[in-house]
């Protein structure tokens, strides 16, 4: 039985999805797939909310990816993308649900609401016909990540992912050249390499990269990785365990004696331009941060920074901060027209083609295990440090855990974490009563 059943399909039967969904359709326009959606000359328009454009750092592969998309369906398909800022992103899908306006492309949301409320609704169209359809797809997702997204019935909402972008730490050897292996090292044995090297670390937001570094203390405890891992099919809500406080009482000593000058009160942009900005020898991030390290943004470097400077790898223990059993990026609204869902499906089978997918992992890392590579594509790879030591490091013997962030009521990660971390940084929290303030809202958003 997969995460989705059990958690979210509990009492909701599949008469109820499918009455849910029709009723849907019934009162969305003609079109079914709302008000953005058109017809021009035998050409099939929608639009896509999406916060992977403009400044994000997310838009660099998508918008192309969605104009190649245009260009080889040109006479027959147009995608148009709304900004949508990331913060807001959740609630807009969830405002657009209410308003029966759901985008025929749902770019995810929010975990919980599609596992718990959307899914169950029969909000989401069944790709599982699909899939079996066209095994050139279907063979290339993970395995771990087919099983999450197939419920009981075998329906499948959630469009499984073939990629897995292991999160580790890049280090600038300017600043800090171990001359160590740092692949043989365990936990205590890295930090005491580090020393007292810089570290940048964003609070604010979900304070995502405190919450990466925490991710890789907490796994790197007796029980830690076990613990995260128990997220997947519940979430957690009690943080007085031992592997968790003793990995925040490590985090918070870093914060007050190695934290870069501005990581309190820190965005993601500002932890990463500590790290471009000489300012910290090493972050934790994902392999898409190497677009931010080669050449063609040296605009945003200073203070010496140099891309070609920096290398990557996983944490110790060949342990990578990703999660295979997971919801994917996409799913289509179940009250789209037959030809919108004829241009969702063709979409989803264009992003998933081999083509795309290395172009892809050339553009923001990670691996895909179940494609054979071209050779090409190996060559490009080897080109780019960083990308070429993650890949190095992903091997047969890696260890998955999931983000911390992930694991946890959305509530919870997206506001309370961050904004008790502070709290932490200044000493105003010792490690268990942060443990405890979490646990706290964390059994509140359970009640709600």
Known sequence: MSNISRRSFVGASAAVAAAVAAGLAGCNNPSGGGDDTQ??????EITIPS??????????FFEPQVERFNEKYADKYHITLESVPQDGFNDRLKQLAQQKQLPVLVQGGDIDWQTNIAFPQGLAYDISGWL?????????????ALAYCTNDDGTIYSMPLPTVRPTGYYWNTALWDPWVDL??????????EIGDQKIAFSTAENGWVCGLFLTALVAAEEGGADWLRGGVEEKIVDFNQSAFISAVTTLQQLLQNNAASNSVGATYADAENAFLSSQAAIISNGPWMSSSLADTNS????????????????WPGQMGIANTSSLGEWWISAAASDAEKQLAEDFLA????PEEIEAFLLAEGGDAPKLTYT???KEEQAKTQTLADLSADTTAETEFVPCILDMIPASVANSDFGRELPQLANGTYTPEQFAQALTEAAKEASLT
């Open 375 to 377: 050779d090409s594509f």
């Open 350 to 353: 264009f992003v998933y083609s």
């Open 183 to 192: 692949s043989t090292l365990s936990m205590d044995e890295l930090l005491a």
């Open 51 to 60: 916060y992977k454009t403009g400044e994000n750092v997310g838009a660099v």
């Open 132 to 144: 079996n359809e066209h095994p050139e797809v279907k063979d290339l997702v993970l395995d771990d």
């Open 299 to 314: 605009e945003n470097w200073s203070n010496g920074f140099d891309g070609a400077n920096v290398h990557a790898a996983l």
């Open 39 to 44: 017809s021009s000359g035998g050409v099939v």
